[in-house]
């Protein structure tokens, strides 16, 4: 048995809509809008946005999609912090977590159509790359060799 389409989709008012659907808060409880992630997670969200043609051309469940995608690359970039302060050592915990969240957040991207742009960085030949890395200004040494730019 099938039910008959309605010819009329109703709106509700925008009173009656909440502060999220709105576009008057990220969340639907208040939330500090000056703390760092908050901040971090709505240029994000921004960002992710733009990258895909602006918030306003996005379905909703591609805008879930780009939340999502910010609140794995706010908590990657909170454990890369946590990494760099304890010097590379890391809890496998913390790990695991990252890794998870990486894989996760590639797929999120894929799905929603940000394409990796990989750029050819290798020289055509290994003199091609010296060439590129001797300062032409710099005069020969005693042994005819040239200063070489720091990598």
């Known amino acids: 048995m099938q039910m008959a389409a309605s010819k009329h989709i109703t709106q509700r008012k925008t009173k009656a809509r909440s502060r999220v659907t709105n576009g008057k808060s990220l969340f639907p409880k208040e939330v500090d809008q ?3 992630y908050y901040r971090r997670f ?11 043609g602006g918030a306003d051309r996005l379905s909703t469940s591609e805008m879930a999609m780009v939340r999502t995608a910010s609140t794995h690359m706010t908590a990657l970039e909170q454990l890369e912090m946590k990494f760099a ?5 890391a809890a496998n915990e913390d790990l695991m977590l990252y890794q998870t969240l990486s894989n996760s957040l590639r797929r999120l991207l894929k799905e929603l159509g940000i394409k990796r742009r990989p750029r050819d960085v290798t020289p055509a030949s290994p ?6 890395r001797i300062i032409d200004d ?3 040494r005693i042994n005819g060799s040239h200063r070489v730019r720091a990598a």
């Open 138 to 140: 710099d005069p020969p």
């Open 34 to 36: 000056r703390t760092l």
């Open 42 to 52: 709505r240029d994000l969200i921004d960002l992710l946005s733009a990258d895909l």
């Open 85 to 89: 302060l304890a010097e590379g050592k």
């Open 127 to 132: 003199r091609d790359y010296l060439r590129s």
